[in-house]
Antibody, heavy 119, light 109 residues
Framework: QVQLVESGGGLVKPGGSLRLSCAAS????????MSWIRQAPGKGLEWVSY????????YYADSVKGRFTISRDNAKNSLYLQMNSLRAEDTAVYYC????????????WGQGTLVTVSS | EIVLTQSPGTLSLSPGERATLSCRAS???????LAWYQQKPGQAPRLLIY???SRATGIPDRFSGSGSGTDFTLTISRLEPEDFAVYYC??????????FGQGTRLEIK
């Protein structure tokens, strides 16, 4: 069965960096686009970034452009999100998700990892 | 950027009743690229509907989606106790941004 397991969240000071990882299993990882989506405490969902199956196409939300970098290692079935220059407003649960085969919706989600940016 | 507005904010119904949730877009959603998700407290969202009306794998047929252009609806024909949750719509036709609605909370009356 499809499994997505995030790790790497934690408490970081404003201006700091963090790298999130997502380990995928149960499907052919290299066949799928992947996304990161976040949810601030008590708030709604915000799409953050996605990456094509080969890694050649990448997009970011304006709110993280220039600060976050998405990447993947298809040999390791892993997705990453490097987060630099973190701000308090980046505090959220970050979900790794698989994009659907017929569009950029997300058909499977990980359990999420909490990132807290606070001094 | 396409803005999605969901209504009502909160819907109070009893098990067995029919639920109708609305999602309105600020501009036309191309090719009906609209999805619905369910989220329960402490859990990740779960895909219910994609392409405005296609049910995702394993989703019961009491869930149905309809609409096109700027107006979309999620209908739950007969509420089960496990259906009480927050529901989000998402448009994914406006590249490169996918946007979500603010959510509708479905609570037990």
């Amino acid at each position: 069965q499809v499994q997505l397991v995030e790790s790497g969240g934690g408490l970081v000071k404003p201006g700091g960096s963090l790298r999130l990882s997502c380990a995928a299993s149960g499907f052919t990882f290299s066949d799928y686009y992947m996304s990161w989506i976040r949810q601030a405490p008590g708030k709604g969902l915000e799409w953050v970034s996605y990456i094509s199956s080969s890694g050649s196409t990448i997009y970011y939300a304006d709110s993280v452009k220039g600060r976050f970098t998405i990447s993947r290692d298809n040999a390791k079935n892993s997705l990453y999100l490097q987060m630099n220059s973190l701000r308090a407003e980046d505090t959220a649960v970050y979900y790794c998700a698989r994009d659907g085969q017929s569009g950029w919706y997300q058909d499977y989600w990980g359990q999420g990892t909490l990132v807290t940016v606070s001094s | 950027e396409i803005v999605l507005t969901q209504s009502p904010g909160t819907l109070s119904l009893s098990p067995g009743e029919r639920a109708t949730l609305s999602c309105r877009a600020s501009q036309s959603v191309s090719s009906s690229y609209l999805a619905w998700y369910q989220q329960k407290p402490g859990q990740a969202p779960r895909l219910l509907i994609y392409g405005a009306s296609s049910r995702a794998t394993g989703i019961p047929d009491r869930f149905s989606g309809s609409g096109s252009g700027t107006d979309f609806t999620l209908t739950i024909s007969r509420l089960e106790p496990e259906d009480f949750a927050v529901y989000y719509c998402q448009q994914y036709g406006s590249s490169p941004r996918a946007t979500f609605g603010q959510g509708t909370r479905l609570e037990i009356k």
